[in-house]
């Protein structure tokens, strides 16, 4: 391994660029769970009934909203190694290729989410959900194309480096969705009430209106006039589409095997009884805020790393990926903190049942303990998406979550007879065998020089 002495100052101007440009990005994945909260806030007033069937049919809508995610996360790197080349003007060639992948995309996942009745078998969804969960996504998937496309347009404008956009459209989206989704569930402005139905019609409605309003806006704003967008137009090119792919592929097989990891734990702990699972979705709330902190730094830090890419500068890849690292490492300190010393107060923000509230502490304190590892792995992974190094972590996360994580979980909770406590103390397992495959193999290509200029 190359000798690594950081340097102060460049350190301090490193931490400062992915500050400055993570900050929106954090607000944006904060923005990004809101419609979840919302949904489930307007449910929750309808009916019992209402309710759960949205609950249901947003986990499962939720399977395809990452898969598009991943498959999208290709963009920003692919953009800002161009960009940190000089060649900033054929990041619309790749833009537009790129919209060609989420179209694509689009309508496979809107056929997958139309046709979802296995999956509600595989779930053991009741019969008396069935017409409301059904109705709910046959309703959002429509949305499927507009979904992927604008996390294209995200990746593009990311990948340039400007993130305050992504951040405006997602709480305008938020702003939209409140007052539609209660005029169209609660049958207001002399329509019917439409319940579940009118939550995944209102949904896919501003999905749309937040995919078309943020094209519009980087068609028209100059900021984006150097990107050639318009030049770009072009019809598929298969070997740029394959090379999207290649990249994207792998992540959302990634982000699906760490939610799919989140999902089977759910349903081991719901045969445990309704107050470990009340219990278990008031820790797992507050770890999921905590994380959006991270994820926001990861995005960053792609595109960071992606930029010294481009410039073919080895120690700016360096400095990029352990900045990164080490500002998750430094936030999830806090989230740790008041996670471990806290609990009690943090339970008591979701729910009044004195039963919840201590199993939800005892679960926020184990919550606490792995958000050093979920903060190390998840920068450790865009670090390595700035590479469009993605195959092989891919690999590691689907070893770390359910080669180690589910069976070290299972084994403690059933056989240990450690119930819920039991399946998160596999999550730590899963998480930290993460953090240390994925850091180490960022290490391993930044300071060997594992990566290539952009062709």
Not at 83 to 99: I, K, L, S
Not at 198 to 222: R, Y
Not at 305 to 334: I, P
Not at 347 to 359: C, F, G, P, Q, S
Request: proline residues 4%; aromatic residues 10%; positive net charge.
């Amino acid at each position: 391994m190359l000798s690594f002495r950081p340097d102060r100052a460049r350190v301090a101007r490193e931490v400062g660029a992915t500050v400055r440009l993570a900050l929106p990005l954090i607000a944006t994945q904060l923005a990004a769970v809101g419609p979840n909260f919302v949904d489930a806030v307007l449910a929750g007033h309808l009916s019992a009934h209402v309710q759960a069937a949205v609950t249901t049919a947003v986990s499962i809508w939720a399977l395809a909203l990452v898969s598009g995610l991943g498959m999208m996360m290709a963009v920003p790197p692919s953009v800002a190694q161009l960009d940190g080349a000089g060649r900033r003007n054929e990041t619309g060639a790749v833009f537009v290729q790129a919209m060609w992948l989420a179209w694509g995309m689009g309508i496979v996942l809107w056929f997958l989410v139309r046709n979802a009745t296995p999956l509600l078998d595989w779930i053991g969804v009741v019969p008396t959900l069935r017409h409301d969960v059904t109705q709910f996504l046959h309703a959002i998937s429509w949305a499927a194309p507009a979904m992927t496309s604008y996390f294209a347009i995200r990746g593009l404008s990311e990948g340039l480096s400007m993130t305050r956009p992504s951040m405006y459209f997602s709480f305008g989206g938020l702003l939209v969705l409140a007052p539609l989704g209660y005029v169209l569930m609660y049958g207001k402005l002399g329509l019917p009430a439409l319940g579940s139905l009118g939550s995944g019609i209102a949904t896919a409605t501003v999905l749309w209106l937040e995919m078309l309003a943020f094209l519009w806006f980087v068609i028209k704003h100059p900021a984006y006039r150097d990107a050639h967008l318009r030049a770009g137009l072009a019809w598929p090119k298969p070997h740029m589409i394959l090379d999207l792919l290649k990249i994207g592929g792998p992540m959302s097989i990634t982000l699906l095997a760490e939610g799919g990891l989140f999902v089977a734990v759910a349903l081991a702990i719901a045969t445990l009884g309704e107050t470990v699972v009340a219990s278990h979705q008031v820790a797992l709330s507050v770890a999921t805020v905590a994380f959006m902190v991270p994820l926001g730094l990861s995005m960053a830090t792609t595109v960071r790393v992606g930029n010294a890419v481009g410039r073919g500068d080895a120690s700016g890849v360096r400095y990029a990926g352990l900045c990164g690292v080490g500002l998750a490492v430094c936030v999830q300190t806090v989230s740790c903190s008041l996670m471990l010393t806290l609990p009690h107060v943090l339970a008591r923000m979701y729910t009044h049942d004195a039963a919840v509230i201590a199993l939800a502490a005892q679960l926020m304190v184990l919550a606490g303990l792995f958000q050093f590892s979920d903060g190390i792995q998840v920068t450790s992974n865009g670090a390595l998406r700035g590479l469009k190094d993605t195959r092989v972590p891919m690999v590691i996360t689907l070893f770390a979550y359910w080669g180690v994580g589910m069976p070290i979980g299972w084994w403690l909770a059933f056989r240990h007879g450690m119930g819920a406590r039991g399946m998160w103390f596999g999550l730590i397992a899963g998480l930290t065998m993460a953090a240390v495959l994925l850091f180490t193999r960022f290490c391993r290509n930044a300071f060997h020089e594992r990566w290539r200029r952009p062709a």
